[in-house]
């Protein structure tokens, strides 16, 4: 299983933008899809998107489809998610995982799929 470290939160204002970053060590050969999500206070977590690193199709939850865009840089092992348009409602801590190819990309926002969660990184946005 690979390990995955998230990095690049912090304070926006609404309206602004963040990039996270994920950093993505070991193995990965036999993991294809790699996904965000997202917990707010007291809410569930929550399935942002996702990027296939062999096709570089991505799917995104309809809360953020047209606002957040995710890439993989294979070369430096490091999946992106670039959040533009920022509201107060996507304040939360981010995280990426990782699972094998799924048959159905839309599946991957699903997070029962993956077992390993890492720290996170806290995004708020606020004025």
């Known amino acids: 299983q690979p390990q995955l470290v998230e990095s690049g939160g912090g304070l926006v204002q609404p309206g602004g933008s963040l990039r996270l970053t994920c950093t993505i060590t070991?193995?990965?050969?036999?993991?294809?899809?790699f996904a965000w999500f997202r917990q707010a206070p007291g809410k569930e977590r929550e399935g942002v998107g996702c990027?296939?690193?062999?096709?570089?199709?991505?799917y995104y939850a309809d809360s953020v489809k047209g606002r957040f865009t995710i890439s993989r840089d294979n070369a430096k092992n490091t999946m992106y998610l670039q959040m533009d348009s920022l509201k107060p409602e996507d304040t939360g801590v981010y995280y990426c995982?990782?699972?094998?190819?799924?048959?159905?990309?839309?599946?991957?926002?699903?997070?029962?799929?993956?077992?390993?969660w890492g720290q996170g990184t806290q995004v708020t946005v606020s004025s």
């Open positions: 070991g193995d990965t050969l036999a993991y294809e899809n």
């Open positions: 990027i296939n690193s062999r096709t570089s199709n991505t």
């Open positions: 995982v990782t699972s094998a190819p799924l048959h159905v990309q839309t599946m991957c926002v699903m997070s029962y799929l993956y077992d390993d």
